[in-house]
Structures are given as structure tokens and as C-alpha cells.
């Protein structure tokens, strides 16, 4: 017998208990779609890490200052004196740097007329709004000339803007005090929203970095040196900076590095695996559902095998052979799964589309979700309905046309 | 049992001028044994019979003979315990499973007590029903089976009601759309199992006019396993099981015949479901059984 001949047998004997085959679907059409939402869950939280990954400038390598070691007492990371600005010139000859910004970070009260505000000051280099694709929303940033002169002059985020000056208000030109040392700000940049670790990245202040060496730390060294790279592909290049780094530092081999380089990608991927696994424990509890969803499918068949079984018999006796009733009753059980399966597909996007709407959770459904739900359902007709489907196929056909 | 065997003594030069014909059945010996838990229960004790191209053997005996598990053994559904059966002169126990199957399907047409139609499904798609398991070169296209199934259930007069449903027709319309199913693949045999145990007496002779008709007409062999003695008189040649064993195989001699008897009934009652003015399938709901 043709399959397209069985398709239509399958079709015609499911049409005849609508009610109980809409049921047996309900099953698949739920697990199907539970699994596609978990999946554009999940893929939309990743897709939202790396949405705020990309806020915090691609091809973005960190280098830190590493532990300071007096005596045999090791202090904090990011301690040591060991980075220079020396170093963050040297690394604009390696080959795939962009842009390079040293880095001195300080904190302090910031008062503004009759407003202060406790924040972070960050001592920069000009190229840091390109190496983080930030640009000034009023004014403009500090100049090389501003660096050369250690001026003090201040760049503000626009959460100290908003704190100090009142919202929607250009402070361009207005004299702050930080440390009580006034700073006359020339610009404001525009909001960022949250980095990779949750922080506000607008709630800061920038000035040049030898500012903040010179006139607020009094220091020689700096904290770390942000740097951008040409390509995404950030492995080569901070393992060039590392060699740099090591050969300036004149540390002999065997010496741990007196500095850490990370690149961005290694610090998102950290959230990023922590979204993945999420994303994998929903999927396989909605994968759960699915499996209930194929064992009432091989229920309801085993109930049709025994409520046919006068059928089965008269098919057997009028000359089809077991494969035959084996594929008739595998078809019926495929075509609930596979329809079951689209109408998932169908809940899934619905949901997805909800929860986005109402609950404004990011959502994505990937293609490939999409055809692995599809497959999964199919495997899962198979699976279920090969065994209510072998017991119809070896039915005695003396036995089963008795049957009452 | 002295007229048994007179009849036996009857029987047997109708036999003797068979053997020039190659018979279509041929059973030698036949024993199958069952196992029902502890008990071994003898069906069939060793029969011995063949049956002519042309034949209409109405086969008899009380419940318990071996009468059902022979008819199964002839259609194939069922094996020996031992003995050999030669349908058309192969011999049907070293075939395989499939092969069973294509023979059902092609050599053999059944029609059963309890007519066996599947619901919610028009006569027209239960008399095609064996047509899709035909095999290989046998398949026919859609177009074709339709037209073959109308050419059945023409042939036992339900041509126009081809689209009802079983559950708008009588037990003898029922029962007719089960002939064509059998007749469908053009079997040389039909196997009819009590075919009229579930029909009044009107419509009873009517079946039996049919087959007759076929049995005439087609030349087509027929075996009707029946215990009615006067249903088994349509047929040309009585065969009567008891004990596992053939008791009685004779010539029937005065032949009854399904169409001069129904001649002489008064005709048939208005709700009689064959009329063909009558065209509403509804009024047939709850018919004649």
C-alpha cells in the first residue's frame, strides 16, 4: 500500500473521533510549545547580555594592574604600581590595537551650587568615547592638549548631570568641585544604561587621566589601560599585549605576570553560560511535558488498537499484510505528533509574542529551535506509536475478527 | 449413521468423475490442534476433501465439529498443526506470511456473519478496502478502483446506494455490500461464513441468490459454512463435519433455487431497503435486523 494511501486512511480514521485526536494533540501541541518559549526565553535574556556587552564597547580588552607583593604581603588585584602610562603608549605600536586609553580610577564627593554627589571619577584618555562607541550628548570630550596640562576639566555621565544640574539641562560651562578642587565641565555624555556586571555606567565622571594623577591621587602610576582592537577577534591581540607588557616589566620566564588582560568576551561569556544553562534546565522541563505529551500519544493508541481490533482483523483477512496495519496505525500516531508539533510551534510563538508584549521579557526563537521542536515531535510520534502500532500488526486475525 | 454412509456410497462417483478436473482445494490429512491453558483441544482430525473449479460446497455440523477452523484453514488465516492444503496446486502451509496475504487478498473473497463493514465508511469505500492491498503490478489508480467497486455493488443490485453509509443500510444490504468487498479483486473462491445467521428468512434467500448467481454465472467456487440444513441446500454438494472429521460428503440432490423461491414470496414490504424509488437513507436507520 502506497504511504499516501495510508496518510489518507490515517486522516479519514482520525477525523472519525475528532474530539479524542484534539485531545491526544493538546498533549504534543503543549510540550511543542513550552519548549519553543523556554528556548526564546533563554535566547532572548543571551541575546539581551550581549546586546549589553556590545554597550560596553566591542572588541574591548581590560588590563589591570596586578597584586602588589611587599615582603611577602600580597594586596588586592589592581593594587600594584606596576602599569605606567609609558605602557599604554607602548601599546599602541602592537599590531591589531585601535585605540588605547590609560586609566586612573578615583572616587569622591562632587558638589555642584547647592547639590553633591558621591561618584566615581574616572582619569581617561581622549580616545575612550571610540574605544566604547560613547559619544557626548552635550559639549564635547577632553583634548590631548587637556591630557598634555592635566586641566581640570570634567566630562560628566548623565546620572551626575541629572543629580547636580536637574535633568534635560545642558551644565556645559558650570564649575564643579571634586575634592573640593573646582573642575569646569565641557560636556555630558549620553546614557549608556547597565554594563555586563549590573553597574550604572552613567553615574561616573571623566576627566584626563594625568588629572587625576597630578591633582587628585598624586600618584605616577595608573590602574589599568583600556584598549580596543581592530577585529573581534581580541585572543591575538591580547596575548601581543601580554608579551609587550612582560618584556617591559623585564619579567623573566617563569615569573607570573604583574598585570591581567581580559577581554570583554571573556567577561560576558561568563553570563553568557550562566544564560545558557538556565535556557537548557527550562528547555528540558518543558521537554518534560513533551514526554508526557507522546506517552498519552501511545494511550489513546493502544485504546484505538483494542477498540479496532474487529477492523485490524478484517484488514488482515481481506489481504493486508502486518506492515501494513504496523504502518496504517505508526501514520496515525506521526500525524497527531507532527500536527500537534506545528499547532506547538504556533502556541510557542503566540507566548513568546505575550510574554515580550505584556511582561517585556526579551524573547527570540531561533530557526533551528523551531525544526528541533518539529523533529522532536516527529521522534516522538514514532517512538510512541511504534508499540501500540506492533501490537496491532501481530493481532491473530482469527482472534481479532471474533473480537467483541 | 446408515444412511451416512449410503450417502458417502452416493457421494462417491461424483467425486471419481471430478478427478479429471484439477481441484481448486485440496486438503490431505488435515489435523490442527489447539492449546486453550491445560486443555488440548482436536478441531480438526485428519479431513480429507477436494473441491472442483465450480463447486458450491455448503459445509455443515453442529458448533464443536471443526467446521470454523477449517474454513480458516481454506482462508488461509490460520495453519495446520499437520497436513497439507493445495490451493490452486500450491501448497499453502510453506508459504510465508506475506504470501498468505497477497492470497487472501487476491484467490480468496470472504463474507461473514456479521457482514465485517467498517462504520462511517460508505459501501463504495468498504467494497474498495481490498483493493488497497493489492501488490505490485495488481495496484490500480483511484479512478479505476472507484469504477471497479460501482461494477461490484452493481453486481448484488446496490449501485445507487453507493455513498450510504453501513449504518443507513439493512442487515441484507449490509451483508450484499460485503459480497462485493469479496468479489472485488475477482477471487476464484468465496469463503462465506454464516452468512445469513444474522438475516431474516426474506432476505436470507436473497443472499443465497446471490451467491448462487455468482456460483452460475462467474463459475466462481463457493464454500458456505452454515448450520441451517435448508440454507445449505442451495448449494451442489454437502460436506458434514463431526468430531474433527468429515461425517457426511454427498451430491445435494434436489437443489433449491434462491430466485423461483423468492418469485413466489409476496413481494417485498414498502421499508424493504432495495426499492429504488426510495432514495432517503435516513428512513433505512434501524432497518431490517
Known sequence: MSILMTLRIALKALNRNKMRTILTMLGMIIGVGAVITMVALGRGAQATIEEQVKSAGTNLININAGNFQQGGVRQGAGMATSLTAEDATALRQVPGVQYVSAGVNSRGQVIAGNQNWSTQVQGVDVDLPAIRSWPTKYGSFFTPQDVNTAAKVAVLGTVVSDTLFGTDVDPTGQIIRIRNQPFKVIGVMTSKGQGPFGQDQDDTIFTPYTTVQKKLQGIQHINNITVSSETPDTAPVSDAISVVLRTRHKLPPGEPDDFMVRTQEEIASVRTETTRTMTTLLAAIAGVSLLVGGIGIMNIMLVSVTERTREIGLRLAIGARGSDVLLQFLVEAIVISLFGGLLGIGLGFGLSAALEKFLQWPTSIPPNAIAMAFGFAAATGVFFGFYPARKAAGLDPIEALRYE | ?289
Open chain 2, 1 to 289: 449413521m446408515a444412511a451416512g454412509a449410503a450417502a458417502e456410497a452416493a457421494g462417491k462417483p461424483s467425486m471419481a468423475e471430478t478427478q479429471s478436473v484439477k481441484p481448486v482445494i485440496e486438503v490431505k490429512d488435515l489435523v490442527k490442534t489447539y492449546h486453550v491453558g491445560e486443555v488440548t483441544v482436536r478441531a480438526l482430525r485428519g479431513a480429507n476433501f477436494a473441491v472442483t473449479p465450480g463447486e458450491f460446497v455448503a459445509v455443515t455440523g453442529p458448533s464443536g465439529s471443526g467446521k470454523s477452523t477449517l474454513m480458516h484453514i481454506l482462508g488461509c488465516l490460520d495453519r495446520p498443526t499437520s497436513g497439507q492444503y493445495f490451493l490452486d496446486g500450491r501448497d499453502v502451509s510453506r508459504m510465508s506470511k506475506d504470501e498468505l496475504a497477497n492470497v487472501r487478498n487476491n484467490k480468496i473473497g470472504f463474507v461473514f456473519q456479521g457482514f465485517n463493514l467498517l462504520s462511517r465508511t460508505t459501501a463504495l469505500d468498504n467494497v474498495e478496502l481490498p483493493l488497497l492491498y493489492n501488490s505490485g503490478k495488481n495496484k490500480l489508480k483511484s479512478a479505476e478502483r472507484h469504477k471497479r467497486a460501482m461494477e461490484s455493488l452493481t453486481a448484488v443490485g446496490l449501485g445507487e446506494r453507493y455513498h450510504h453509509y453501513p449504518n443507513q443500510l439493512s442487515g441484507g444490504q449490509q451483508q450484499r455490500v460485503a459480497i462485493a468487498r469479496s468479489l472485488i479483486n475477482r477471487p476464484s473462491i468465496i469463503l462465506a461464513d454464516e452468512p445469513t445467521g444474522n438475516l431474516d428468512t426474506r432476505t436470507s434467500i436473497e443472499v443465497m441468490g446471490i451467491f448462487q448467481k455468482l456460483n452460475i454465472e462467474r463459475g466462481i467456487t463457493i464454500i458456505l459454512i452454515t448450520h441451517e440444513m435448508d440454507i445449505a441446500e442451495y448449494g451442489t454438494r454437502l460436506v458434514r463435519f463431526r468430531d474433527g472429521k468429515i461425517q457426511i460428503d454427498q451430491k445435494i440432490q434436489h437443489r433449491r433455487n434462491a430466485v423461483e423461491e423468492l418469485a413466489k414470496l409476496p413481494p417485498p414490504e414498502p421499508e424493504e431497503p432495495h426499492v429504488p424509488s426510495d432514495e432517503k437513507p435516513v428512513e433505512h436507520l434501524g432497518g431490517v435486523v
